[in-house]
């Protein structure tokens, strides 16, 4: 199939149905509209995988004239920043402003001092690692949009909200494929803009100060991403990604005064643009005061967008960091992403709420993975784009779970969740299942920590293998606690609790059901995952695929067979659950040691010891002074 | 005709025996300890063989239950322990078998909760923590261990040191089965650690709210977490029998002494110590094997 109509389909057509569903009057006009944009991507993005990898060029747009894209995006990407720059002036946020200018600027300078000859070049790649991330933006973010249909209905500002969503796709989809990175980077922006505007959904007091707070934070790691493309473009003469791997780098004479080494400095600004649109540490604040926004937003935004760019962006620059001799720069971004996992996940323990919990553990994985990206072998990059897949499916599945227990019980608190499962079976047990996932072998999240802990004891240097063992440990243990114990609260029942008559908004629940299924299915499939779409550069030496001896994954130091184990525990949770009869004669109030009353049960949070109040004033000063080791560890 | 050399006695009979054998070797053990406790006490105790007993005993008692979910938790609980005692006999890899005995704890944690009593709501809490006490440094030993044999593979412990095969994990790794021993009476759910269980204050934790046969599946459960654990000890002299065996009592020995000898602590006071000692013994063994470069990259 031709691939240029592929990617408008998954580029062009959710924002064309977004325009189309803001114009049309009424709910359900809109409602239908949004349904056929989640079938038209889901299928799009199937054909993709179908289709295969490909190279694409896109120079011009005829519609009646022949218009250079390039132009056409140039003009948006100033657009773009006047936007920012209007909002800035308008919520009175002079951070926002003065960032917006710089990036103005640079941004300028970029177009008209730097920008190398107007060669052609590749504009659009579809590879193993695109196909990959497609997969994710459009099935998962179909599933949210499917599920914000029940979600949002009585919103006022429904419209807006529904553009903005099937934009954010389009544009997320837009910028896994780009090549040249001044497009990258106006896609970049795009993501910032429409999470901003998301964010201030509800347009009170806390979203605006939050959407504030995500807005300079993104434009920050917006101007180190332009810094970087301003660089690469000076020292690699060169601004398609897929060049680099060949290019021949010099330093600039106007650069002339900085070592040698300084070579891999536009990748260290990179990593610092994608730190921020992960919220790894010192940026973690944007992401968990994002959660005033609606909870299809978070989720979007969690699993299968923005936070996943930053991320992606990561595992691209992985390569080449090692093809230009940046070994220190991988050890530091192991450390930053190592720090962000472990103290996250300490984090995340001390919370109540549970969108703050799933916020803090989200901001974590992304420092689990960042930290393979860092470790930076070939098991440890196939262990990051597997943990990329399986936690954007479970952390979708259960930031939709907290919607939809939020509009049963009207709290967000997981203390308020006791019990839940005698009110809301089904979505109680998805629940469930879905914080199972993030713990436990043998499910996706699992196969990822397993290969990251044996790509970490492969660091050549032992020292930093035992950091990175210690980060990958006390982070996993953390995760195990937080879970485990939100698990436990929603299981809570007394004897003889019956369920009431359930209500059922299908719209919600038939996404919960489809993910809960995805996460099994994902598993049972990793080893046909691991040999079709994870294709790594030649650099590494090998492919992930060596892992695969029949249905079991085995590398150097040790084997895991995710199917038979999936099978295994499914068989150990099934055998209780079909022969345990329960006789309503023996059932009996909690004997609870003779005490006789309803106890009152909770706490355990330890807040005056790991609350965000204690941590957060060693944690930030931590993250920041990381960054600079990060400059330093390029420019020394 | 098979001779004893067959591989296949040693891969698929042997450890197919043993996992049957295991939770009357655990059961047993947990009745000498019994009886030895008793007679440190000066009391006549129990007959060795009581903790079956008990076990037949609550088979044949009416069941008093609050819930389905914390049945379905108990018997997962047993047959994920049953699972990674089979994985460690089977010699899968050591990774994944500690993460398994791992889940067996989640499940006993869910099954805890899953009960609105107070006890064993309080019990799940404090076998988490405890969880987040000992699993640190087993993993870490794991990871020694990988760096010792170069592989996370239990057969690896018997070949890293072809063709001389004679160098035990216990001379390169002393300080690591130190680590060991120190988080055993977590493990075995013994004084001065027995925290969750603190059958004094929380009357049994987690598993307060069993009855009959529930229960009795939950004690099967830990006769094979005894097994377990100490099998597990025994890795570090593989390369002899005799040793091998002894190694497993000492640390039996080991963990009823200490229980007798010791208060329950705090948790925190268990965090601090099991951290500190731990991660100390495990740093110095690190030190010295990478000193004498007795490690595998």
Redesign the interface.
């Known amino acids: 199939m031709d691939g240029l109509l592929l990617l408008s389909l998954t580029v062009l057509v959710p924002v064309l149905f977004g325009i189309i569903s803001y114009l049309v009057p009424g709910y359900n006009l809109k409602k239908y509209a949004v349904i056929l944009c989640a079938l038209v991507l889901s299928v799009a993005s199937l054909l993709i995988l179908y289709n295969g990898p490909q190279n694409l060029t896109v120079e011009s747009i005829n519609i009646g004239m022949s218009l250079p894209v390039s132009t056409i995006i140039i003009a948006l990407d100033f657009l773009l920043l006047l936007v920012f720059l209007y909002f800035g002036y308008k919520d009175r946020e002079y951070k926002v402003l003065g960032l917006a200018v710089l990036q103005l600027a640079l941004l300028a300078y970029l177009e008209l001092f730097v920008a190398g000859g107007e060669e052609a070049g590749i504009t659009f790649v579809i590879d193993d690692l695109s196909i990959v991330m497609c997969l994710i933006v459009s099935l998962i973010g179909s599933l949210i949009l499917l599920y914000s249909i029940g979600y949002m209905k009585g919103d006022k500002n429904v419209s807006s909200f529904f553009l903005i969503m099937m934009v954010f796709l389009g544009d997320m989809n837009a910028l896994i494929f780009a090549n040249d990175l001044t497009w990258l980077f106006f896609f970049w922006e795009g993501t910032t803009l429409c999470s901003f505007l998301l964010i201030r959904h509800y347009r009170d007091e806390p979203s605006i100060k939050a959407s504030d707070r995500a807005l300079w934070m993104n434009l920050l790691g917006g101007i180190a991403l332009v810094c970087g493309i301003i660089l690469i473009e000076m020292m690699y003469n060169t601004r398609f990604l897929s060049e680099l791997f060949t290019a021949q780098a010099t330093m600039p004479g106007a650069l002339s005064f900085l070592p040698a080494a300084a070579i891999i400095l536009p990748f260290a600004f990179m990593a610092v643009g994608a730190f921020t649109k992960s919220a790894l540490m010192p940026f973690n604040s944007w992401l968990t005061g994002a959660m005033v926004a609606p909870t299809p937003v978070s989720a979007l935004l969690h699993s299968s967008t923005m936070v996943n760019a930053g991320v992606y962006m990561l595992i691209r620059i992985a390569p080449l960091i090692l093809i230009f001799g940046g070994g220190l720069l991988s050890t530091v971004i192991t450390i930053v992403g190592g720090f962000s996992f472990m103290f996250c996940a300490l984090l995340a323990l001390s919370q109540t709420d549970s969108k703050r919990i799933l916020a803090y553990s989200t901001i974590s994985y992304l420092g689990l993975i960042a930290m393979c990206t860092g470790i930076n072998t070939w098991l440890a990059i196939t262990a990051a784009v597997a943990l990329l897949v399986f936690h954007a499916v479970s952390k979708g599945l259960l930031f939709l779970c907290v919607g939809e227990i939020t509009h049963i019980i009207g709290s967000r608190d997981i203390e308020q969740m006791q019990g839940l499962i005698a009110k809301a079976p089904l979505v109680t047990v998805i629940t469930v299942i879905g914080l199972i996932s993030l713990m436990a072998p043998p499910f996706g999240i699992f196969v990822g920590k397993w290969l990251a802990f044996q790509s970490a004891s492969t660091f050549t240097q032992i020292g930093w293998s035992l950091v990175a063992i210690f980060f990958i440990i006390f982070g996993s243990i953390f995760s195990v606690f937080y879970y485990s114990r939100w698990a436990g609260k929603l299981l809570a029942t007394k004897p003889a609790e019956t369920a009431p008559p359930a209500h059922h908004d299908w719209y919600m629940e038939i996404p919960l059901i489809i993910l809960a299924a995805g996460i099994f299915v994902s598993v049972a499939l990793t080893t046909i995952f691991f040999t079709q779409l994870i294709d790594l550069p030649d650099i590494y030496g090998q492919e992930p695929g060596g892992l695969v001896v029949g249905e079991v994954l085995r590398s150097a130091f040790g084997g895991f067979s995710p199917l038979m184990f999936l099978i295994l525990f499914i068989v150990i949770l099934l055998i209780p659950i079909l022969i345990i009869r329960v006789p309503k004669t023996s059932l009996t109030p909690t004997y609870s040691c003779g005490t006789g009353k309803e106890p009152d049960i909770g706490g355990g949070y330890f807040e005056t010891l790991i609350g965000e109040s204690k941590l957060l004033k060693y944690l930030n000063p931590i993250g920041i002074l990381l960054l600079a080791i990060l400059f330093l560890a390029v420019l020394l | 005709m098979i001779t004893l050399d067959d591989p296949i006695i040693w891969k698929i009979a042997f450890p197919a025996v043993m996992l049957i054998l295991a939770p009357i070797i655990g059961g047993l053990l947990i009745g000498i300890d019994r009886k030895l406790t008793a007679r440190l006490q000066n009391r006549a105790g129990p007959p060795i063989v009581q903790p079956f007993y008990d076990v037949l005993k609550l088979f044949g008692k009416?069941?008093?239950?609050?819930?389905?979910?914390y049945?379905?938790?108990?018997?997962?609980y047993l047959?994920?322990v049953v699972?990674s005692t089979g994985l460690l006999l089977f010699h899968?890899?050591?990774?994944?078998i500690t993460?398994?005995f791992?889940?067996s704890f989640?499940f006993l944690?869910?099954a805890?909760?899953?009960?609105?009593?107070?006890?064993s709501?309080?019990g799940?809490?404090r076998e988490?923590l405890q969880?987040?006490t000992y699993?640190?440094i087993l993993?870490?030993v794991v990871?020694l261990d990988?760096?010792v044999t170069?592989?996370?593979?239990i057969d690896a412990i018997w070949s890293f040191t072809e063709p001389a095969k004679t160098e035990p994990l216990l001379y390169t790794l002393p300080l690591a089965l130190l680590a060991l021993f120190l988080i055993l009476p977590i493990q075995l759910r013994k004084s001065p650690y027995d925290i969750a269980e603190a059958h004094q204050e929380i009357?049994q934790g987690p598993v307060?709210?069993y009855?009959g046969k529930f229960l009795g599946l939950v004690t099967i459960a830990h006769f094979y977490e005894v097994f377990f654990v100490l099998w597990f000890i025994g890795l570090y002299f593989v390369q002899n029998w005799a040793v091998r065996i002894g190694l497993m009592a000492l640390a039996f020995l080991f963990s009823i002494v200490i229980d007798n000898v010791t208060a329950r602590l705090r948790v925190d006071q268990m965090i601090r110590q099991v951290y500190i000692i731990g991660l100390l013994l495990i740093i110095v063994n690190?030190a010295y094997i990478?000193i004498t470069g007795k490690?595998i990259?």
């Open positions: 009416e069941d008093k239950i609050v819930n389905k979910t049945l379905v938790f108990a018997v997962a047959l994920t699972l899968y890899d050591l990774l994944v993460f398994m791992g889940l989640i944690v869910l805890g909760y899953s009960v609105r009593s107070q006890f709501y309080v799940s809490n988490l969880m987040l699993e640190p993993l870490l990871f990988r760096l170069g592989s996370f593979q009357a307060t709210e009855t690190l990478l490690w990259a």
